[in-house]
């Protein structure tokens, strides 16, 4: 079993639409990620989740739109896409209390988005 | 604010031969620190991590790192790569923020080996 699984794993979409890509994690873990890797491979933080909580939101324009239904779900919405938005995108998820907190994160294998 | 420096792009090296990749990092807190490696068209995967206790930690696939608290460096060794070396790897750095780790990453450095 993926332990942290991403759909779809490509799409690719015209300016201006509205794309959603999904994320799911088996792990038990509490805390959930949306990273962001341009073409020259740069990672970024996006958002992070915890127990569905909104936990870090680092400057992303509000056409980014995260949502947790559950500790083990992190979707991302798109609204209105522009061609700077094109990029992998990776989820990821973590345990984030007590000793168990190892700062490690689980990575999914991206979800690679094309706006034309 | 945390902030890692991976100082090569890219390495090629020939197959068997011994490899560094540097790593450098500024943070005003204890830290976690982490190589991560991303082969082709794949997501990220957990090479190596110190937490603490020895400075010298390795992975099972024959890599490994070594703490330097005085110079700020994590750089990754590997004695002799293989052509499955190949592969994107990432130094990063853990900071504790709002429950959340948040990992800060370099920049990359593509190892390429050749036979």
């Known amino acids: 079993d993926t332990a942290v699984s991403q759909t779809p794993k490509y799409l690719v979409t015209q300016m201006g639409n509205d794309k959603s890509i999904k994320c799911e994690q088996n792990?038990?873990?509490?805390?959930m990620y949306w990273y962001k890797q341009d073409s020259k491979k740069f990672l970024k933080i996006m958002f992070s989740y915890n127990n569905k909580e909104l936990i870090i939101n680092e400057t992303v324009p509000n056409r980014f739109s995260p949502k947790s239904p559950d500790k083990a779900h992190l979707n991302l919405h798109i609204n209105s896409l522009e061609l700077g938005d094109s990029a992998v995108y990776f989820c990821a998820s973590s345990l984030s209390y007590g000793t168990l907190n190892t700062g490690e994160l689980f990575f999914g294998e991206g979800s690679r988005l094309t706006v034309l | 604010a945390q902030s890692v420096t991976q100082l090569d792009s890219q390495v090629p090296v020939f197959e068997e031969a011994p490899v560094e990749l540097r790593c450098n990092y500024s943070?005003?807190?204890?830290?976690?620190l982490f190589w991560y490696v991303q082969y082709p068209n794949q997501g990220l995967q957990l090479l190596l991590k110190y937490l603490s206790g020895s400075t010298l930690v390795e992975s099972i696939n024959g890599f490994e790192a070594e703490f330097n608290k005085s110079q700020t460096s994590f750089h990754l060794r590997k004695p002799s790569v293989h052509i499955s070396d190949t592969a994107e790897y990432f130094c990063a750095v853990s900071e504790v923020k709002n429950a959340g780790n948040m990992l800060t990453f370099g920049g990359g450095t593509r190892l390429m080996v050749k036979p």
């Open positions: 943070s005003s807190v204890s830290v976690y």
């Open positions: 792990l038990g873990h509490d805390t």
